[in-house]
C-alpha cells in the first residue's frame, strides 16, 4: 500500500495564517473565518446575534420561522426569491392546512349511510360515499369504525349453501 502524501501549504499561507493569529482572528470569541472560493484568503464573519444583527443561517431555522421571515419580508422581496435563498418549497410557504373531520362526525356519516343502503354497503361503497359528502377518509378508518359500531355488511356474512348430492357418492 503506498504512503499518503504529505500536505504542504505555501509559505504564503502560512504567513497570512501567522498575521490572522496575531491580529486576534484565530482565538475565536463567537467570530468564525469563512473560506471564500477560488482563493485561500480568508475572511471575518460575525454570527448571528439575538437582536438580528448578523447572518442568518437558512439550514438551521424550522419551517414555521422561514414562513414567518417569507411573511414579514413579503412586501420587499419576491417570494420565490426568498424561498430559494431559504431552501424552502414555494408551496410550503402557501401550504393551507385543513381541519381534520371529527370521529363523532364520521361515525355518524358512516352509521347513517350504512342504516339508509339496507346494510349492504362495504367500506369500498361508503368511502365513495362519504367521499360525495365531503369526508376524505380511508378505507381502513372505516372498517375499523364499522367494526366498533358492530356493523357487518349482509354480503359479507358468509351464507349456507346446501348440497343437492355428494360428489363421490355412488347410487346403488
Known amino acids: 500500500m503506498p504512503k499518503k502524501q504529505r500536505r504542504t501549504f505555501t509559505t504564503e499561507f502560512k504567513k497570512q495564517m501567522v498575521q490572522f493569529y496575531e491580529n ?73 392546512p385543513q381541519e381534520r373531520a371529527t370521529e363523532e362526525d364520521v361515525t355518524e356519516a358512516i352509521v347513517d349511510i350504512f342504516l339508509k343502503n339496507r346494510k349492504a354497503y362495504g367500506t369500498r361503497k361508503l368511502k365513495v360515499k362519504l367521499r360525495e359528502r365531503g369526508f376524505i377518509v380511508s378505507r381502513r378508518r372505516i372498517g375499523r369504525i364499522m367494526k366498533e359500531q358492530g356493523l357487518v355488511s349482509t354480503y359479507t356474512v358468509a351464507q349456507y349453501k346446501p348440497q343437492k348430492s355428494s360428489c363421490n357418492e355412488a347410487t346403488t
Open 24 to 96: 486576534g482572528l484565530l482565538q475565536g470569541e463567537g467570530q468564525s473565518l469563512v473560506r471564500r472560493r477560488g482563493n485561500d484568503r480568508f475572511a471575518k464573519r460575525e454570527p448571528a446575534s439575538e437582536n438580528g444583527d448578523g447572518y442568518f443561517k437558512a439550514g438551521s431555522a424550522d419551517h414555521g420561522t422561514k414562513v414567518a421571515i417569507i411573511q414579514n419580508n413579503r412586501d420587499k422581496y419576491s417570494v420565490s426569491a426568498m424561498c430559494d435563498v431559504l431552501k424552502i418549497a414555494r408551496s410550503t410557504f402557501y401550504y393551507d
